[in-house]
């Protein structure tokens, strides 16, 4: 049950049911020109305007003794009015004579006499008066002139439905009514809007403005911004404002548009992250670390309330953030400063992984070989990881994060391999304490390079697979998308179980010769 306070509102002097319909006149009087030929009286619906309904009124016939013998200057009316689902107002006519040219207005009544429809009633405007202003009389009756209310309209492409506002000026006695059409400009009706050769717009008596609707048809096509006109018809010159008959419209593009503004809020974003990562001073850096924050959002650019589990790692961390503080600040010599020192610093934290996971191995009794592709490997290509997550997110294409990952691969093999090398090969050919030659042997190198090669092409070849069946390498159906996530992990898996495998059985060997030489050993020895 819907209380009554929901289903009802005042509407002038009458308190409408919303779900039932009032059928009455917009007003009691109405003022009219003979010489225009026709009274107009404006009918509206107050309430449900789901339903259908149908206004039954005619002219009232005066007594005897009220017309006193003189002419009827109206013409007697009998008619209906159907109002359709979604109609509020109608129009009721009644010729009146042209040629009446008495001095004095005269007078006539137009009643309601019955409405039809699903819980429609009459109001309580059911009769109204209709003074007819002879052609003699000093004052006429004005309906007024429409003309557009601005002359210059711009739109959004997808805005839909374009609302042309007409408004009336200098009078509003009687209806107006005129015509208006589109015309072609740089848009073209039937591709960027919907052109009208012969729309009609009426105005009833007391109407003071009313809208024309234009469609506009909305495209994915990024496009320059196009201009069409609407203009203003009438046969009566009267009707019309001459410096309002015309309105331009233009039509933005929001294809180009849509996309301008969203790299905008990219940059506005980017900036705000930036801005929240920037430091001016060591001190603030060490204020920095020593502060609990929950970071900032990527999307928004909004610092996040920190939560729980960000003060258990900011407990943990806490030694990491004060050593990395000592950083010099982004702001010093243009970021220079603060990249080549945290190079050194990554340099450092990479030799100390390194040297905890050699002396993990030894003390569990793993290979080298074996650490290195496994706890050294994740504890320097993590931060890659992540790295590649962040640019998935904000780009719009995968090359950033596909890139990421063969650029890291790039650098380690060609400078973290090459330049030990390098420097290795130049020392021991030119400095006395050198052994002239620098050989290392590959052992089963040649083994993990080529189950690694397998696993890479394989990988590459999901992505061409991606590109063809999804359209893209990432992203995609979220189901596809864990399943290819899950295909690359049993790869890496595949790999550092094959190589593990091949290196721990030469391990192994050599270990089974190490014990059988010292046990060939005499006690002497």
Request: aromatic fraction near 8%; charged fraction near 20%.
């Amino acid at each position: 049950v819907i209380p009554l306070s929901e289903r009802q509102h005042a509407k002038g002097s009458v308190v409408v049911d919303t779900l039932s319909v009032v059928l009455e006149f917009t007003h009691r009087t109405y003022s009219c020109s003979a010489a225009w030929g026709r009274a107009t009286l404006t009918v509206h619906r107050i309430g449900n305007m789901d339903t259908h309904a149908i206004v039954m009124w005619h002219t009232v016939e005066p007594s005897a003794a009220a017309t006193d013998g003189a002419e009827r200057f109206y013409e007697p009316t009998r008619s209906t009015l159907e109002f359709e689902p979604g109609v509020s107002v109608l129009y009721a006519h009644v010729p009146v004579c042209q040629d009446d040219i008495h001095a004095e207005s005269r007078w006539f009544k137009v009643a309601i006499e019955e409405v039809v429809g699903p819980q429609a009633r009459v109001g309580r405007r059911s009769v109204a008066t209709v003074n007819v202003v002879g052609s003699a009389e000093p004052v006429q009756p004005n309906r007024g002139m429409l003309r557009f209310a601005q002359r210059e309209v711009s739109c959004i492409e997808s805005v839909g439905a374009l609302r042309l506002l007409v408004e009336r000026l200098g009078g509003h006695d009687g209806s107006l009514e005129v015509t208006y059409r589109t015309e072609d400009g740089t848009a073209k009706a039937g591709v960027d809007f919907h052109g009208v050769d012969e729309g009609t717009l009426v105005l009833g008596p007391y109407e003071k403005s009313k809208e024309i609707e234009i469609t506009i048809i909305d495209d994915d096509i990024e496009e320059d911004d196009t201009v069409f006109v609407v203009e203003l018809l009438s046969t009566d010159t009267d009707a019309i404002a001459g410096s309002g008959a015309r309105c331009s419209v233009t039509i933005i593009d929001d294809d180009s548009w849509n996309e301008r503004m969203s790299r905008f809020v990219k940059s506005v974003r980017a900036e705000m992250v930036t801005t929240f990562y920037l430091t001016e001073s060591w001190s603030e850096q060490f204020k920095d670390a020593v502060i609990l924050s929950g970071g900032v959002d990527e999307d928004t650019g909004e610092e996040i309330e920190p939560t729980a589990f960000d003060s258990i790692m900011h407990s943990f961390s806490l030694f990491w953030k004060l050593l990395f503080a000592l950083v010099p600040p982004t702001s010093y010599l243009g970021g220079w400063a603060a990249f080549i020192v945290s190079l050194f610093f990554i340099g450092m934290c990479t030799a100390i992984v390194g040297e905890f996971a050699k002396l993990f191995g030894c003390v569990i009794g793993i290979a080298d070989a074996v650490t290195a592709i496994t706890l050294v490997a994740l504890g320097t290509s993590l931060p890659d990881t992540l790295a590649s997550r962040t640019a998935a997110l904000q780009d719009d294409t995968a090359d950033a994060a596909v890139g990421n990952v063969t650029g890291s691969n790039s650098v380690n093999v060609f400078l973290g391999l090459g330049l030990p090398w390098m420097i290795g090969a130049i020392y021991h050919n030119y400095m006395p304490t050198g052994k002239g030659v620098y050989e290392v042997p590959a052992s089963g190198l040649a083994f993990s390079v080529g189950v690694f090669a397998v696993c890479a092409i394989s990988a590459i070849a999901t992505l061409m697979i991606r590109r063809k069946v999804v359209g893209g390498e990432l992203g995609g159906n979220l189901t596809l998308a864990r399943a290819t996530s899950a295909f690359f992990a049993i790869l890496w898996l595949a790999y550092i179980t094959l190589a593990s495998l091949q290196v721990m059985g030469g391990y192994r060997r050599q270990s089974e010769l190490r014990v059988s030489a010292v046990s060939c050993l005499p006690p002497s020895a």
